[in-house]
């Protein structure tokens, strides 16, 4: 797992790079550097926002799949959580590092800065420092959330993958969903993957701080990926699989990962949530009547 230490030492190496920006702020190719490092950084946290999706789904199929095919949908979920496992390991021993790492790097920074003689351009210095120094310590704070974030579903996760694998049976898969073990996993994934699109966000703030000159097009916020080798079911999802904290509505941070879905023009009542008759209205307007996955499980049932 050595490229999952070098994907999380990247906020790190970006924030020494930007310091070199700092101290040289006529150098463009300095500066595209540091944008470069802020936009691979921003892309790895959304590979790990996409991991959680992708553990989350494999659960899912875990959880609902027919008897003689729980094995065969086990096998997918307990890679998944490895993986998953492997980036949790090295966000927390790197989280813990990026505290000092920023103060260190605005230290420095502040210390160029003071050599600047015109009164004007060192407002324009001090302005610009304080700006950075906010939205770096607003990553930083959204790192520590994410790592405390990511330990809980990682133990709960693992425990399903221990308990099933030993004991790959309906009875034992009905056992663990009863437990109530499945429903915090998912709330905790929920918790954790708004966590990781702010901090998405906030790459987007400090990317656009950094832009080399005026009329250059902001950067992009990554885009979540649909879960592997099920785009189409990702896609749609039916209700019981969007509604991941069980709540009995859709929030809106849950409904931001079903692509192509209006929340503003499906939430009717305009209560800020979607009732099961409002998400499978929207659904079958984007011309799936009928073949929702939603409506596929209500015909099973009957």
Request: neutral net charge; glycine residues 6%.
């Amino acid at each position: 797992m050595k490229h999952h230490r070098i994907f999380f030492l990247l906020p790190l190496f970006a924030l020494s790079t930007l310091y070199g920006c700092a101290t040289l702020l006529g150098k463009e190719d300095q500066q595209q550097s540091a944008v470069q490092s802020f936009e691979a950084t921003q892309k790895q946290m959304a590979d790990l926002r996409a991991q959680v999706e992708r553990t989350m789904f494999s659960l899912d199929s875990v959880m609902s799949a027919p008897p003689g095919q729980i094995r065969t949908a086990y096998t997918p979920y307990s890679d998944n959580v490895d993986q998953l496992s492997a980036m949790a390991q090295q966000l927390s021993e790197n989280a813990q590092n990026m505290r000092e790492q920023r103060i260190n790097y605005m230290t420095e920074w502040q210390r160029t800065r003071l050599n600047v003689e015109d009164p004007k351009l060192r407002q324009v210095a001090d302005r610009r420092h304080e700006e950075v120094s906010q939205q770096l310590a607003n990553i930083e704070t959204t790192f520590k959330k994410s790592d405390q974030g990511i330990k809980p579903l990682v133990s709960h996760l693992q425990d399903i993958q221990r308990v099933i694998g030993s004991d790959p049976t309906p009875a034992n898969v009905a056992a663990v969903q009863k437990s109530g073990v499945v429903r915090s996993a998912k709330q905790e994934a929920s918790r954790l993957n708004s966590n990781l699109t702010v901090a998405i966000n906030q790459f987007d703030r400090v990317l656009g701080r950094l832009a080399p000159e005026p009329g250059v097009p902001p950067v992009k916020a990554a885009k979540r990926p649909a879960p592997a080798g099920a785009a189409a079911t990702a896609a749609i999802p039916s209700f019981t699989q969007a509604d991941r904290d069980q709540s009995g509505a859709i929030e809106q941070g849950e409904a931001g990962a079903i692509q192509g879905l209006d929340f503003s023009s499906a939430d009717r009542d305009g209560d800020g949530r979607l009732s099961q008759s409002e998400y499978e209205a929207a659904t079958k307007a984007r011309g799936d009547q009928g073949s929702t996955p939603g409506s596929a499980e209500q015909n099973e049932r009957k």
